[in-house]
T-cell receptor, first 111, second 113 residues
């Protein structure tokens, strides 16, 4: 009965490949997010999405794209992976006034 | 520029001792401030949330304070336990459109037996 689940937990791939990370939430939240946690441990928002609006952090390369098949899912697609994309990616969900609920992260390693 | 700075960067304490973590922010206009606990290999979990009018909020052995005038917050942990070893992240939300949530880099707490 995990609230926010993301898969895979670990992802190792080579430069230039295309990969996806899946995220699902069963909390009924209307907004989902993707965050990137770099080696300095800062969590930086990449996307915010609800059924009305997608907000993209302008610093995120367009190689990254979120896809939401329905309200409970927000997947992250990454094209032409680069070494600098190596990080831990967290999916989260929430409502306007509630704390964010995070998944346990996907550690992406690009070689 | 909206920023959240936390101190210390890391902290080692003995089991049973108390400790206080600090958070200074320049986010404006202020909406709310949250403290999260992040265990190694896990996602952050919310501990407390405070709005402008709240000065203190407790969650078990965790007590958060907020001074909206000086834009400072602290998280006090009482009678620490080994399971308190984690990163503690201060998160401040602004009341404007776009990306409203700014995360601090966290304080890494190590509790030793």
């Amino acid at each position: 009965d995990t609230a926010v689940s993301q898969t895979p937990k670990y992802l190792v791939t080579q430069m230039g490949n295309d990969k996806s990370i899946k995220c699902e939430q069963n909390l009924g939240h209307d907004t989902m997010y993707w965050y990137k946690q770099d080696s300095k441990k800062f969590l930086k928002i990449m996307f915010s999405y609800n059924n009305k609006e997608l907000i993209i952090n302008e610093t995120v390369p367009n190689r990254f794209s979120p896809k939401s098949p329905d309200k409970a899912h927000l997947n992250l697609h990454i094209n032409s992976l680069e070494l600098g994309d190596s990080a831990v990616y967290f999916c989260a969900s929430g409502t306007v006034d509630s704390p964010l609920h995070f998944g346990n992260g996907t550690r992406l390693t690009v070689t | 520029k909206n920023q959240v700075e936390q101190s210390p960067q890391s902290l080692i304490i003995l089991e049973g001792k108390n400790c206080t973590l600090q958070c200074n922010y320049t986010v404006s206009p202020f909406s709310n401030l949250r403290w999260y606990k992040q265990d190694t290999g896990r996602g952050p979990v919310s501990l407390t949330i405070m709005t402008f009018s709240e000065n203190t909020k407790s969650n078990g052995r965790y007590t958060a304070t907020l001074d909206a005038d000086t834009k400072q917050s602290s998280l006090h942990i009482t009678a620490s336990q080994l399971s308190d070893s984690a990163s503690y992240i201060c998160v401040v939300s602004a009341g404007t459109g776009g990306f409203k949530t700014i995360f601090g880099a966290g304080t890494r707490l190590f509790v030793k037996a």
